[in-house]
């Protein structure tokens, strides 16, 4: 099992930009592909982007490309988002996710370890 702590969120205007940080501890980090989510009240879990632990390729929904970007230091054992351009509709909880195995990098029920969330509020 792998313990996942995301930071980073907070109240920002819209146009302006945030960076998350997942850290993790447990299990190596290094051979976990790592993803983020978000929840908005009343929504659904949505699947944003993820970075593969083989080849460091990185996977995005497509309302998420230009804006936001993933990244991952393995040495501090951490995974970043980093958001741009953010605007009210991006007002959610977002989650950090972890996976050993493999399969559709967007179904969050392939990951099996998830972070408490940080909250993200974006004001017009």
């Known amino acids: 099992q792998v313990q996942l702590v995301e930071s980073g969120g907070g109240l920002v205007q819209a146009g302006g930009s945030l960076r998350l940080s997942c850290a993790a501890s447990?299990?190596?980090?290094?051979?976990?592909?790592m993803a983020w989510f978000r929840q908005a009240p009343g929504k659904e879990r949505g699947f944003l982007g993820a970075i593969s632990w083989r080849d460091g390729s990185t996977y995005y929904a497509d309302s998420m490309k230009g804006r936001f970007t993933i990244s991952r230091d393995n040495a501090k054992n951490t995974v970043y988002l980093q958001m741009n351009s953010l605007k009210p509709e991006d007002t959610a909880v977002y989650y950090c996710?972890?996976?050993?195995?493999?399969?559709?990098?967007?179904?969050?029920?392939?990951?099996?370890?998830w972070g408490q969330g940080t909250q993200v509020t974006v004001s017009s």
């Open positions: 447990g299990r190596t980090f290094s051979r976990l592909d």
């Open positions: 996710a972890a996976r050993r195995g493999l399969g559709s990098w967007t179904d969050a029920r392939l990951y099996e370890d």
